[in-house]
C-alpha cells in the first residue's frame, strides 16, 4: 500500500506542476490531498512512521517552506506543498527530498537565468525532489 500512497501523491504533484507552469498557482486542495493521504497512510501503517512523525515532518516542512517563502522568494503553493510533503516523509525524508529539490531547482534557475527569465516553475523542482527521495530511500 505504500506504492499506492506515493502513486497517490506523485499523481497530485504531477497536477501541481502543470498548474504551476500554467498559472504560476498551486490550488491548495493539492497539499491539503498529500496531506490527507499522509495521515491515512499513517494511521493504516502504510508510511512505516507514527502518526507524531507525521505530524513533526509537516512542523518541519512547514518552518523550511515558511523560511523559503520569507526569504528566498519561494511562492505560497510551493511552501505548502513542501508542508505536505514532510507530513508524508518525516523530519528526516524531507530534509532528502529537500536536498534533491535544491540540486534540480538549481538546475532549472540556470536554465531560466540563460532564457533570460526572472521568473520560472518551482514544483518541478519539488517533484523532482520526490522521486530522488523516493529513488534514494529505495537504494537503501
Known sequence: MLILTLTVTFVLLLVATVC??????IPDWI????AIVAVIASSAGWLGIG???????GVVGLLIGYGLFRFAQL??????LIAAL???FGPVGILILLFGMAIIGGVL???AMLRGQRDYAYVPAITGGFIWYV??????
Open 75 to 80: 511562492g505560497g503553493g510551493d511552501a505548502k
Open 31 to 34: 497539499s491539503i490531498g498529500i
Open 135 to 140: 529513488s534514494v530511500v529505495s537504494l537503501i
Open 109 to 111: 534557475s540556470l536554465i
Open 20 to 25: 504551476d507552469y500554467r498559472s504560476r498557482e
Open 86 to 88: 514532510g507530513m508524508t
Open 51 to 57: 502518526l507524531p512523525w507525521v505530524i513533526f515532518g
